[in-house]
């Protein structure tokens, strides 16, 4: 076997380990996200309307908000020093919260709008001449 099969073997091992490393990460996310109900109320929507469309728009909808809340809340913990009215160390993240969930919301709806706009464009440009007869 010698030298390069063992470094082949450990690189081997490595990347299993990573492989399985990110598919549990994937699978404690999902895990998170039927908990909360998002993936539930997305595919719902979805079907009361019978457009996936709406269902696609509805989970990255929620999940801007509820991504946006704790990076908005770090952040403006990071950045209190330009809050210095605001005494209260709790009132910091309350305000970084509402703050990252408008933030988030509004990076959602940005991602939908470029989503549609893309899938048009591609139809557009996909779209078979018709045969005449």
């Avoid at 990110?22 to 699978?27: D, Q, Y």
């Avoid at 908000?65 to 952040?75: D, K, S």
């Avoid at 160390?89 to 919301?105: F, N, P, Q, R």
Wanted: charged share 10%; with cysteine.
């Amino acid at each position: 076997m010698g030298v390069p099969g063992l470094i082949f073997l450990l690189v081997m091992l490595v990347l299993i380990g990573v492989g399985i490393a990110v598919g549990l990460f994937a699978c404690a996310i999902a895990a998170a996200l039927v908990m909360l109900g998002m993936l539930s109320s997305s595919v719902a929507l979805g079907f009361l309307t019978k457009r996936p469309a709406t269902a696609v728009r509805a989970f990255l909808l929620q999940f801007g908000v509820l991504a946006g809340i704790p990076a908005g809340a770090v952040t403006a913990w990071l950045g209190r020093t330009l809050l210095d009215k605001v005494d209260e160390s709790w009132l910091i993240a309350v305000y970084g919260g509402i703050a990252g969930a408008v933030a988030g919301a509004l990076l959602a709806l940005l991602l939908d709008f470029i989503f549609r706009r893309t899938h048009t464009w591609l139809e557009q440009r996909m779209r078979r001449p018709e045969l005449p007869g």
